[in-house]
DNA sequence: ACTCATACGACAAAATCTTGCATTTATCGG
DNA sequence: CCGATAAATGCAAGATTTTGTCGTATGAGT
């Protein structure tokens, strides 16, 4: 599964539908996703193929309770910066997306400049890694801590038209 | 792949590994999990159904890129509630989580009570859902808003020991 | 009307996944 | 220290899925 550059296509109803079963299964056998959007199944393998190719589809992946791997603590951080220049903007998306703790990071208009989710497995891993990347980042002008109690929906579905 | 209600097992460097590839490829095939972690295809086999038997490997999907499904607009939503009781609070849960653009929400203590990700095809269709999520609910305080210039990192990857 | 491009279904081949079984490894009580 | 039980492994066969090839149908453009 090579992520080749994606070069926007066109997209059927049979795509959605490809795409809705695929977003909540990608084990569902193409036999079946067959019989449930009215085409054969090697139609479908190659729907799929021409939609991994072009980036529609960016990754198959299994996901983890972190629960039961000892990462317990889901926190949102909002980060405000000092001076908004491209370089160092840059810079902290970077620094952040490197960082295997930071599950997700975005860059965002309004109050904050960037919202992070992180996993840490307990309070102290939290605290070290505050001191790493806001304290220890002289453009980090302030951030917001808030610890999820209930991760109520958890996942990356996309809502499809249609 | 039946969603088993989990028990909590315990897990070996051999599942960490495992789970390790299949966060960020679930297609890969058992045969070269085995050979990476020195263990026979089989016995890879088995341990994925384990785990997932157990609900520390919960679901396995496919992850669509919104931009090329015509859902272009990621935003950031901080709920803070007028009333804090449990009815309300489970009431609110059931009914963000219902929503399709709601793609994730949190329960999380700090200055806002919910944190919530939307996706939405333009920012009308953001301001529909306000009215219809925040405006229409009679125990929402307040909530802001941030939108999303960059998606720097996305994904439900959990960073696993060893 | 013709041609080309695109997508389809059917079939066959290749690869993967699954299962049964004997063996090895680990644990625990004697 | 030794033997019995339980758990996990590897191997090999069988079932399923995925992948590739072929011929055909549908549409767009000439």
């Known amino acids: 599964m090579v992520p080749k550059p994606s070069s926007s296509i066109t997209l059927d109803s049979f795509?959605?539908?490809?795409?809705?079963?695929?977003?909540?299964?990608?084990?569902?056998p193409q036999r079946v996703i067959g019989e449930t959007v009215s085409l054969s199944a090697p139609a479908v393998q190659r729907r799929i193929r021409r939609m991994e190719e072009a980036g529609?589809?960016?990754?198959?992946?299994?996901?983890?309770?972190?629960?039961?791997v000892g990462q317990a603590i889901t926190i949102f951080v909002e980060v405000e910066v000092i001076?908004?220049?491209a370089e160092?903007?840059?810079?902290?998306?970077?620094e952040f997306a490197s960082v295997p703790e930071v599950q997700q990071c975005y860059y965002v208009t309004g109050e904050a400049d960037f919202v992070l989710v992180v996993i840490v497995p307990t309070m102290a891993a939290y605290?070290?890694?505050?001191?790493?990347?806001?304290?220890?980042?002289?453009?980090?002008?302030?951030f917001r801590t808030f610890v999820a109690m209930d991760r109520v929906k958890v996942g990356l579905t996309v809502p499809l038209p249609e």
């Not at 795509?15 to 569902?28: G, S, V």
């Not at 529609?56 to 039961?68: F, L, M, R, S, Y």
């Not at 070290?128 to 806001?134: G, I, Q, S, V």
């Open 56 to 68: 529609v589809i960016q990754t198959n992946v299994a996901i983890v309770d972190p629960a039961q």
């Open 15 to 28: 795509d959605l539908a490809i795409l809705n079963t695929l977003q909540r299964d990608n084990t569902t």
């Open 127 to 142: 605290e070290a890694l505050t001191r790493r990347l806001f304290f220890g980042n002289n453009n980090v002008k302030r």
């Open 83 to 85: 001076s908004e220049t």
């Open 88 to 94: 160092l903007v840059d810079a902290a998306k970077r």
